[in-house]
């Protein structure tokens, strides 16, 4: 590993924040004067998206049964991941699994707004969950 | 408040994520190839940025009593706080304090790397950690 690492990280695409009552909302647009750009349902959460230049502060609101309500339930609003834009997730993926990283998905699948998406098993930073996302659509070949 | 804040956040600065063994250290170098640009010490905890383009990833390693310390013992190893950069702190903290917003700072403080930084309480963000970083040095007058 080491500096030979392929995964090719380009930037912070967004940190993910949980919560149940609608405070955050409120304040990254009234206190931060920040914009939700993009606002989805996932499985038991609202997720939602508030741009800050080229990264993203995400909102993921619990509205039923799920992982962000389970997650609520042990730590409370938190800081839930840190999500990292790579330019090709396939061969991210690819090279973590030859390597031995511990992954939550051992595929991308689909995430919000059209990315493609895969978590690292937190094991792996020491308590940290990392998500990668690649913004482009699946390439064609 | 709303699309009239002055507070003018220009971009994710970092996300700090506090830990005491150092696999996180480790994976942000070896797994995802990010570099360690700055290594100082706080008030009982070492501080590291890991470059990502325009932000970072803050580790906030806990050595001795102290603020982080005391969030391990809470929390254990989790995401701690977000920052961002805004272009005039004083401006921000000065509007922050007379909009009612709580203020973990009631003015601006040296922070790492010759910032200066101030952290909004977490009960204005609903238990969202914000802080905000002034790149630049203290202007003149």
New interface residues.
Partial sequence: ????????????HH?A?A?S????VR????????ACAVEEEGPGFVERMFR????F?QTLEATGPGVIDDFLAR????????A?EVADIDRAVAW?SG?G?RLVDSTARPGGGGTRVAF?HPS?????L?ELVEESRRKTA
């Fill in positions: 590993m080491g500096e030979s690492s392929p995964v090719g990280i380009r930037r912070i940190v924040f919560h009552d609608d405070t955050v304040s990254l647009g009234e206190v931060l004067g920040l800050a230049d080229s990264s502060v730590r409370g609003p938190a800081l839930h991941h840190v990292f973590l390597e990283v690292i792996a930073f020491g308590g940290l990392v």
